[in-house]
């Protein structure tokens, strides 16, 4: 059994009606999701990432801007309770920045490209994911695709080349999907939203991101009634991999998303 986190980095929800996106539709139909998820301040990819990994928000993990820097007080995340366990677990990304949000030799494989800022890089990056995965089959895998946040600082949120991307990173989705099998559950969210070509404020606009998840343990076509924030991703997959939650973490696992 793998659990896959997908991360589309700037992806809105409320583009996901102004696209063809059959393969995240489909994703959608079997999940249990929210439309209204809740990035955290500042709505910015490292302090992001940093808090979906360790479920503190940015005042207490300390990284408050996309320079990485040792986080204040440090704690172990969730790809690092995972390999407490025993788990198996790979990163597959293409923003360096990344790098360092897990302890060393938590991870068994990493694969990085610099490509984030071509608009096919996400299928690179999906396409080699896939094909890892398929092979390795690890516990844990995280999938980064970067190009729709590039396509929201180029051209604007909603701009049509911002929906144009997503179509394309659509396909990515569909790449990875297609290697996993009905014991796999999968996460896709994203990170933070955006408005204009920028994004890091508290208005909704950047806050709200669409978060959905689907497996053989979770509920299809279910609507998340709970608030979920960023902050619960670390203990809502650390369940459905059945890893210890670190007690310092501050988010809490979305009970609701699991059938009876
Ligand atoms: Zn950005």
Do not use: K
């Not at 896959?4 to 996901?16: E, H, N, S, Y």
């Amino acid at each position: 059994m793998t659990t896959v986190l997908i991360m589309t980095d700037g992806m809105r929800p409320d583009a996901l009606p102004l696209t063809h996106t059959p393969h995240l539709d489909g994703l959608l139909a079997r999940s249990a999701y929210t439309m209204a998820g809740c990035s955290v301040m500042p709505s910015v990819t490292l302090p992001c990432h940093t808090s979906i990994f360790h479920s503190v928000p940015p005042q207490r993990h300390g990284i408050v801007t996309n320079t990485w820097q040792p986080m204040a007080r440090p704690l172990p995340g969730l790809v690092d309770q995972a390999h407490a366990a025993g788990r198996r677990c790979h990163f597959y990304h293409n923003w360096e920045p990344l790098r360092d949000l897990n302890r060393p030799e938590s991870l068994e494989f990493v694969y990085y490209r610099r490509n984030c800022y071509t608009p096919d890089g996400d299928n690179v990056i999906a396409a080699a994911a896939a094909e890892m995965i398929a092979a390795q089959r690890p516990d844990f895998a995280f999938v980064y695709l970067g190009t729709i946040d590039v396509a929201g600082h180029a051209f604007g949120w909603m701009s049509d080349p911002y929906l144009r991307q997503i179509e394309r990173v659509d396909g990515a989705i569909g790449a990875l999907l297609a290697v996993l099998t009905p014991e796999d559950t999968v996460l896709l969210h994203s990170d933070h939203g955006g408005h204009e070509r920028t994004h890091g404020t508290d208005a909704l606009e950047d806050m709200t991101i669409p978060w959905m998840i689907a497996g053989p343990t979770i509920r299809a076509g279910h609507v998340i009634q709970a608030p979920v924030s960023l902050l619960d991703t670390a203990p809502t997959l650390a369940r459905v991999m059945a890893v210890p939650v670190h007690p310092h973490w501050e988010g809490r696992c979305v009970d609701e998303v699991f059938a009876a």
